[in-house]
Nanobody, 122 residues
Framework: QVQLVESGGGLVQAGGSLRLSCAASGDIFSINTMYWYRQASGKQRDLVARITSGGSTNYADSVKGRFTISRDNAKNTVYLQMDSLKPEDTAAYYC????????????????WGQGTQVTVSS
């Protein structure tokens, strides 16, 4: 099995910063793209950022210039550096990973983390 565990959420004032981490562990051959999503209360889950195994990144327009996604392939970990936070960034943040497993042939599966809450006060 594979587990994704997020950490780093919390309460911060507007204009502040937080750094989220998501570590994948378990039966992993490799990880392709890794993602951060967020879901505000009563709203749908939206893509925030993604990063390929080669380091190519994409961001939602709402976070461009403020958030930075990165990864450490040796640690199977993805990060989200969030700067200049706004109250509208308040949400539960989830990581998602395209994990390649050998079972016994190579196949890709998608896994979600459990989420970490980010609250930005005005």
């Amino acid at each position: 099995q594979v587990q994704l565990v997020e950490s780093g959420g919390g309460l911060v004032q507007a204009g502040g910063s937080l750094r989220l981490s998501c570590a994948a562990s378990g039966d992993i051959f490799s990880i392709n793209t890794m993602y951060w999503y967020r879901q505000a209360s009563g709203k749908q889950r939206d893509l925030v950022a993604r990063i390929t195994s080669g380091g190519s990144t994409n961001y939602a327009d709402s976070v461009k210039g403020r958030f930075t996604i990165s990864r450490d392939n040796a640690k199977n970990t993805v990060y989200l550096q969030m700067d200049s936070l706004k109250p509208e960034d308040t949400a539960a943040y989830y990581c998602y990973a395209d994990v390649v497993r050998l079972d016994p042939i190579k196949r890709q599966y998608g896994y979600w983390g459990q989420g970490t809450q980010v609250t930005v006060s005005s």
